[in-house]
């Protein structure tokens, strides 16, 4: 039998006989059920959507912060905040930023306090800097669509997003010259999220990455004053200010930070685009708003 016929035949044999499932506890941890090892439905992505909004109602699931991302090279990655959105499809707090290392586990960042569905109170970072390149853009999509994967295993819906950036590489054709490019594709991250959020609330589909071709088009009109070309010489006058103003906010190697470490040299660690990277710890001070170590050992060596 060919693989695609065999593929056929195994979906007809389902349909015929369904899987039955036994009750069960579980706890999302110690004591998992076997139902959680089924093979990953075949439906339409957004149709599974729609049948966990009608499942979950509105409010999604209860939120938890201790998922393995290290493993899978995101370690370091989610802020608490965005552990705590991330469970609640309806959420428009959920932001881009929220998965953008840089804003992890800085102790000078503001905090406020929020009210949980028990009556309880907790503090989250309120106060996080902006995704200002493009590696850092595509670091904290990664770690979002993987926190996503962990959370909600039936939500797509930042697969998609996924989807539509790599299919128009990132957008090049529009942003290739825009210094800005990563502050634009961050902003446009946030607003498919906030429609999202929106369309789960009303138990509407997600936006597909076909979707967001249109969407993109779209968004992209309304703000072209973004798009325009950079006047010549707007960044020249003082050289050394203007080296500052194009050097990346942050050349410190995440994956050095990270506990699973850089397998590249010191003195060889770079970027895909080619710039140089340091190893050396990115771990926020206390009392120095936005001051990292910056010593020769790791953030897990951090003391």
Known sequence: MQVSAKLTFNAQQLIASPVAVPAGLDDRRDHLHP???LGGASCSAQALWLKAR??????????????????????????????LELH????????????HMP?????????????????SSLSINDDFSEVLDLEGFRSALNALR????SALPWNRSVGAIMGFMVNSAYCQSDLLSNTKRAAILTEFVDYVLSRN????????????????????????????????????????GNS????????PRDDICRRFNSPTGCPNKADSC?????????HVCNYFLPGGRGKKCEKDHSRPDHK
């Open 88 to 99: 609640n499809p309806s959420s428009t707090e959920l932001k881009l930023k929220l998965f």
């Open 103 to 119: 804003n992890v586990g800085g102790s000078s960042l503001a905090s406020k306090k929020v009210s949980v569905s028990d009556g």
């Open 146 to 149: 993987e926190a996503m994967s």
């Open 270 to 278: 770079k970027t895909l685009l080619g710039s140089k990277l340091r």
């Open 54 to 83: 009608e499942v979950l109602g509105a409010k999604g699931v209860v939120a938890l912060g201790n998922y393995d991302l290290d493993s899978l090279g995101c370690g370091g990655c989610v802020t608490p905040k965005g552990w």
């Open 35 to 37: 139902a959680r090892f």
């Open 197 to 236: 959020a929106l369309n789960w609330e009303n138990a509407q589909p997600f936006l597909s990455t076909d979707d967001l071709s249109h969407v993109w088009t779209t968004w992209k009109g309304k703000r072209a004053s973004s798009f325009q070309p950079e006047k010549k010489g707007s960044s020249q």
């Open 240 to 247: 050394s200010s203007s080296q500052q103003t194009r050097r």
